[in-house]
């Protein structure tokens, strides 16, 4: 039997899966709670390793809320709407960064696995470059030039 596929709008297309758009912000709701117990974490202990977590987290959570389409429709977060999907390459490659960063100092890579420390710090700079990429339009957006929209 062939499914039917119709295009609506994104509040109508909510409206009739609410199930659906219920679990679209549960995922990233736990995720934010994971952040909150890492901070206490990061409070308590006091390692820098765990405010790398911690922001990895919460980039990885905003990369979820632009790939499901939330980003856009929120408030502090539609600022970034003209970039179209430049946000997710943005958030994603600084959520990897982050990771990177701290997966070294806490799986202690420097002493026990060198090379592999050497290839995450290798592969940290394309991603530098991609969340750069991805944030320029922004930059000359915002000194006022009217670039057309792609």
């Given at each position: 039997m062939p499914r039917c596929i119709e295009i609506q709008a994104v509040a109508s297309a909510r409206a009739s899966d609410l199930a659906h758009a219920r679990l679209d912000v549960l995922f990233p709701a736990i995720q934010l709670a994971t952040v909150l117990v890492m901070l206490a974490f990061f409070i308590a202990l006091r390692e820098g390793m765990y405010g790398y977590f911690i922001g990895h987290v919460f980039f990885l959570v905003l990369y979820e809320l632009y790939e499901f389409g939330l980003g856009y429709e929120?408030?502090?977060?539609?600022l970034l709407m003209p970039l179209q999907a430049r946000p997710t390459w943005l958030t994603g490659a600084v959520a990897a960064i982050l990771l990177y960063q701290f997966s070294r100092p806490f799986l202690d890579l420097r002493h026990?696995?060198?090379?592999?420390?050497?290839?995450?710090v290798a592969l940290g700079w394309p991603l530098a470059v991609l969340a750069v990429c991805a944030a320029i339009p922004a930059l000359s957006r915002a000194g006022g030039s009217k670039m057309p929209c792609c």
């Open positions: 929120l408030a502090p977060f539609n026990c696995a060198p090379r592999i420390d050497r290839l995450l």
